[in-house]
């Protein structure tokens, strides 16, 4: 499930603000450079940070196995003409390429909301947006990551009783229906007792932030995205 868990990984260590300037490092260079070099050696980034947050690849793209069906449909699409030849490989490269770009992203927020408590996050946001916008975005990034685990185990538990009551043998479109009729309903219930318990707990929109700070590992792993930049814009200039 897409939510923190409490570890001892490089990955825990980090300073939120790090992960974040490493996620806009690597977001910045694949769009500037998506070509298969520049995308292998992201792949090796993302590959060490995966392994120092203690998470797997399979693992980290499971989180988002809903979406890839989609993402994957993209390189075909792109490959289909309306006349002859009718299919265009070379067509597919560019679509095949975002599309991995679009892999490598999505690992890293894995990663990111795996090591990273809710509070963490709610503070570096408000550092990097001083004032009341920055306030209110905090608090709606942390709403988001407490909400959306409860809303992921909502409907695995509202398709494995449909599978339990023989929904697998009804036709697709009502499978969907039901699962999308059920999926809202309880985010409305959810969604009503979660401002419930935000006006029972009187909820601040101004908490006291956590202490956040700088160490020696941020300092290096910064070092390591400014490398990445310094060399895509060495690549740039030198083309």
Same mark, same amino acid.
């Given at each position: 499930?897409?939510?923190?868990?409490?570890?001892?990984?490089?990955?825990?260590?980090?300073?939120?603000?790090?992960?974040?300037?490493?996620?806009?490092?690597?977001?910045?260079?694949?769009? @500037?450079?998506?070509?298969?070099?520049?995308?292998?050696?992201?792949?090796?980034?993302?590959?060490?940070?995966?392994?120092?947050?203690?998470?797997?690849?399979? %693992?980290?793209?499971?989180?988002?196995?809903? $979406? +890839?069906?989609?993402? !994957?449909?993209?390189?075909?699409?792109?490959? +289909?003409?309306?006349?002859?030849?009718? $299919?265009?490989?070379?067509?597919?490269? *560019?679509?095949?390429?975002?599309?991995?770009?679009?892999?490598?992203?999505?690992?890293?927020? @894995?990663?990111?909301?795996?090591?990273?408590?809710?509070?963490? =996050?709610?503070?570096?946001?408000?550092?990097?947006?001083?004032?009341?916008?920055?306030?209110?975005? @905090?608090?709606?990034? =942390?709403? $988001?990551?407490?909400?959306?685990? !409860?809303?992921?185990?909502?409907?695995?538990?509202?398709?494995?009783? =449909?599978?339990?009551? +023989?929904?697998?043998?009804?036709?697709?479109?009502?499978?969907?229906?039901?699962?999308?009729?059920?999926?809202?309903?309880? %985010?409305?219930?959810?969604?009503?007792?979660?401002?419930?318990?935000?006006?029972?707990?009187?909820?601040?929109?101004?908490?006291?932030?956590?202490?956040?700070?700088?160490?020696?590992? *941020?300092? @290096? $792993?910064?070092?390591?995205?400014?490398?990445?930049?310094?060399?895509?814009?060495? =690549?740039?200039?030198?083309?």
């Amino acid at each position: 499930m897409l939510s923190h868990e409490p570890g001892d990984t490089l990955g825990h260590r980090l300073d939120p603000r790090t992960k974040l300037a490493v996620q806009a490092v690597v977001a910045a260079v694949a769009l @500037a450079h998506a070509t298969p070099r520049w995308l292998l050696a992201l792949t090796v980034v993302c590959l060490l940070a995966l392994r120092g947050c203690g998470l797997s690849v399979p %693992a980290a793209l499971a989180e988002y196995r809903g $979406v +890839l069906p989609f993402l !994957l449909v993209a390189p075909l699409l792109g490959a +289909l003409r309306l006349g002859p030849p009718w $299919v265009d490989p070379a067509a597919a490269i *560019d679509p095949l390429l975002s599309v991995y770009r679009t892999l490598l992203l999505l690992a890293l927020a @894995a990663a990111y909301v795996h090591t990273t408590p809710p509070r963490d =996050s709610r503070a570096a946001v408000a550092w990097l947006l001083p004032g009341t916008v920055g306030r209110y975005c @905090a608090l709606g990034v =942390s709403l $988001v990551f407490r909400f959306l685990p !409860l809303l992921q185990s909502d409907l695995r538990r509202l398709r494995a009783a =449909s599978w339990v009551r +023989l929904g697998d043998e009804r036709r697709v479109d009502r499978r969907v229906a039901h699962l999308a009729i059920g999926a809202l309903a309880r %985010a409305f219930r959810r969604a009503d007792a979660l401002a419930l318990a935000l006006r029972a707990r009187c909820l601040s929109w101004n908490p006291t932030p956590p202490a956040l700070a700088f160490e020696w590992r *941020d300092y @290096a $792993v910064l070092c390591v995205a400014a490398g990445i930049v310094a060399a895509a814009a060495l =690549s740039l200039t030198t083309r």
